[in-house]
């Protein structure tokens, strides 16, 4: 199974702030169909995850332009341009490019100073 | 819209079978799978199996031995039921469309005596 690792665990970042998370994959997520099948989520206290970034750098609708996504092959880098108080939860990478099964990362937790 | 619900009982005594049922709206089960993602108390996202649109399965390998994922397409709805429980299967179990683009409420289960 593909394990994916995510790093840092822990992100503590002031308003406005600049932050990457990094998920790196055990092997290439580069599926023969050409797509790289590599998700993000947001998890905020309390609810369901939600989806952020699909496809590596596709934003999915509502979501906002400070979140981007980037990467290729292994490694994979969530960034927000600009922490907002709305940001704060627990980030998870996805991957499905080798699925079943489908795998998650261990996640990082956004936390505002 | 799309929804998913997530019920079922919130407590299940140790070796006893869990089973829940999560109820759609908004879109067909034989246009979309559906998968059962399950989260430990403050842990990370795990996902244990998926039933296709045609219907077939595939499952954790960790789980195989105890899940089983069915569907009634005519009542919108999939089921999962889990055998042989222990503590270590307390958590949120969500259901999620697709690859989790859509996901329901979850259900806290609990495994006690």
């Known amino acids: 199974d593909v394990v994916l690792t995510q790093t840092p665990p822990t992100l503590l970042a002031t308003i406005g702030q600049s932050v990457s998370i990094s998920c790196r994959s055990s092997?290439?997520?580069?599926?023969?169909?050409?797509?790289?099948?590599l998700n993000w989520l947001l998890q905020r206290t309390g609810q369901s995850p939600q989806p952020l970034i699909y496809?590596?750098?596709k934003l999915e609708s509502g979501v906002p332009n400070r979140f981007s996504g980037s990467g290729s092959g292994t490694d994979f880098t969530l960034k927000i341009s600009g922490v907002e108080a709305e940001d704060l939860g627990v980030y998870y990478c996805?991957?499905?490019?080798?699925?079943?099964?489908?795998?998650f990362g261990s996640g990082t937790k956004l936390e505002i100073k | 819209q799309v929804q998913l619900k997530e019920s079922g009982p919130g407590l299940v005594q140790p070796s006893q079978t869990l089973s829940l049922t999560c109820t759609v709206s908004?879109?067909?089960?034989?246009?979309?799978?559906v998968s059962w993602v399950r989260q430990p108390p403050g842990k990370g996202l795990e996902w244990m199996g998926v039933?296709?649109?045609?219907?077939?399965?595939a499952y954790n390998s960790l789980l195989k031995s105890r899940l089983s994922i069915s569907r009634d397409i005519s009542k919108s709805q999939v089921f999962l039921k889990m055998n042989s429980l222990q503590t270590e299967d307390t958590a949120t179990y969500y259901c999620?469309?697709?690859?989790?683009?859509?996901w329901g409420q979850g259900v806290m289960v609990t495994v006690s005596s």
């Open positions: 999620a469309r697709d690859e989790g683009g859509y």
């Open positions: 908004g879109f067909s089960l034989t246009s979309y799978h």
């Open positions: 092997q290439s997520l580069l599926h023969s169909n050409g797509n790289t099948y």
């Open positions: 996805m991957q499905f490019t080798h699925y079943p099964p489908l795998t």
């Open positions: 039933i296709w649109t045609g219907g077939s399965t």
């Open positions: 496809l590596v750098s």
